[in-house]
Every structure is written in C-alpha cells, then in structure tokens.
C-alpha cells in the first residue's frame, strides 16, 4: 500500500540516519518502525489485560494492591 505521511524535520533526520546505518529505504525504515510500534502497542495491551485478569482472580489483599498500583503505572505512567 502507498501512502504519504508528514514527519517533523527532526524525525525524517532520524529515519535518514537510521537508513544510512542499515543501508536500506527510508520507506523501509518507516515501514519497519510502525510495525515495531504497533507491536509494542499490542504487548502493552495485552499486558494490562493479564493484569486485570490476575486483579479479578486474585484473593490476596496485598497481591490486588501491588496489581493496582502497577496497572496504573501502565495507565498513567510512572
């Protein structure tokens, strides 16, 4: 699929960079890093739902403590 997109100055002189040091497109580069992206999305996504998963099953008071505070980690950052 083609399909244009704007990038700030500084990233296209990242993606130039990073294309230069791997001797490949920068289309692939982009390509390659939106992929990488949405991967680490999909992790992350999944991750929140093991947790939340483990908050609903779990009995332990200390356990469903430590579960909230790191999904909120995830949620809101450290």
Known sequence: MRQSV???AGVARRV???ARARRASTS???AELVESGLEAQDAER???LQLADRLTSSK???EQERIKEELARLTFGD
């Open 6 to 8: 704007t990038l700030s």
């Open 16 to 18: 130039r960079t990073l």
């Open 28 to 30: 692939r580069v982009i």
């Open 46 to 48: 999944n991750r929140f």
């Open 60 to 62: 332990d008071p200390a």
